[in-house]
């Protein structure tokens, strides 16, 4: 038998022994998961985001009960054209009324002796300590007296927006039922990061129909002088006093974000308007500055603008340019004492 013979006889053998392919077995489980490996190096810091505004409360000093406060001096030293000046140059101007009512309380005491404010801290009836540390009636404005200084923006509330009259007020709200006393007004306010609102402010809220139809406060206490300023005040009466109760608006600082003004500072004062002719009657003078997205500026703003003659005739002020017993002409020129409405001024617009 030969070799090949064999061959063949044991490949057949080994054949028949395989037999066919069967299927092919299911997938088995999957085992268990390993070993959590080393963690990688950490990659490199992303780029910084974009820097915040300065001041997020609107204020590039304290905010004390809602009121922003550049700078103070309790010392009685300081006539009111030279604290004026000193609070134009700080960025700001005199406090109001209402702000410096807050920062008289008791527990801020930041303001705590006789000391100027905006609309030159008249004390009508002695009535008003609170507000201006207890000033006189009527006082001279070479009067030694403390001064604070206030200033910034009102920040944006998402749920409280700004509203604006047909002439260009803005404001933040309107109260217009007579129950409120003027604490009560001035936090209210204050709260939001505003004022209540200047003479001038009041009077284009009111010509707005249904907005302000009763008696009201302003940041210069609503003195009704002569029962003359029924347009502004709405009935208040002359000398009123805190405890009375009356209805209120807020109006917002017109003042920008960075605090710029959006023209060159005149002296100090922020002055965008300066209309140096005795032609506008007050709710003329009023329009105007609001048109120019500003307020009337205050008899302290003009007694600065004035000392330095960029003022020369009667002006109209946000406080009416009330000239008690003629010692507020440093500010307003040669206004009457108890201005009627219709008199014929010039007028300054300032961003306060």
Not at 80 to 92: N, W, Y
Not at 128 to 138: E, I, M, V
Not at 166 to 188: C, E, Q, R
Request: charged share 10%.
């Amino acid at each position: 038998m030969t070799r090949a013979f064999v061959s063949l006889v044991a490949l057949t053998a080994l054949a028949v022994l395989a037999g066919c392919k069967g299927d092919k077995g299911d997938t088995g489980d999957t085992g268990p998961i390993g070993a959590t490996g080393q963690q990688g190096p950490v990659g490199p810091v992303g780029p910084a985001g974009p820097q915040g505004t300065a001041g997020e409360n609107g204020c590039p000093g304290p905010r004390i009960h809602g009121v922003c406060l550049l700078q103070y001096d309790n010392t009685q030293a300081t006539a009111f054209v030279a604290a004026a000046q000193r609070c134009a140059t700080a960025g700001g101007d005199l406090c109001t009324d209402s702000q410096s009512w807050l920062l008289g309380q008791n527990d801020a005491n930041v303001l705590n002796t006789a000391h100027w404010t905006a609309s030159f801290a008249d004390n009508d009836g002695l009535n008003w300590n609170q507000a201006n540390g207890g000033t006189g009636d009527d006082h001279s404005a070479n009067a030694s007296y403390g001064y604070g200084c206030c200033g910034g923006y009102t920040p944006p509330i998402p749920r409280v927006p700004v509203q604006s009259t047909p002439t260009g007020v803005k404001y933040l709200a309107v109260h217009n039922i007579a129950d409120t006393t003027w604490s009560g007004a001035v936090s209210y306010c204050a709260a939001l990061g505003a004022d209540v609102c200047t003479d001038s402010q009041t009077l284009l809220i009111r010509d707005t129909p249904g907005l302000l139809t009763v008696a009201t406060w302003t940041n210069s206490h609503a003195d009704n002088d002569a029962d003359a300023y029924n347009a502004i005040t709405g009935g208040t009466p002359d000398n009123t006093s805190p405890g009375q109760t009356w209805a209120f608006a807020c109006c917002p600082s017109l003042r920008p974000a960075d605090l710029s003004c959006p023209v060159a500072r005149t002296f100090g004062v922020c002055a965008t308007v300066v209309h140096n002719s005795a032609d506008a009657d007050f709710r003329a003078a009023a329009t105007a500055c609001a048109g120019a997205n500003s307020d009337l500026c205050s008899i302290a703003q003009a007694s600065v603008l004035r000392n330095n003659s960029a003022l020369t005739v009667p002006v109209w002020t946000n406080s009416h340019s009330d000239n008690d017993g003629l010692n507020a002409t440093v500010g307003v020129g040669a206004m009457a004492d108890n201005p009627a409405l219709t008199s014929m001024a010039g007028y300054a617009c300032c961003l306060n």
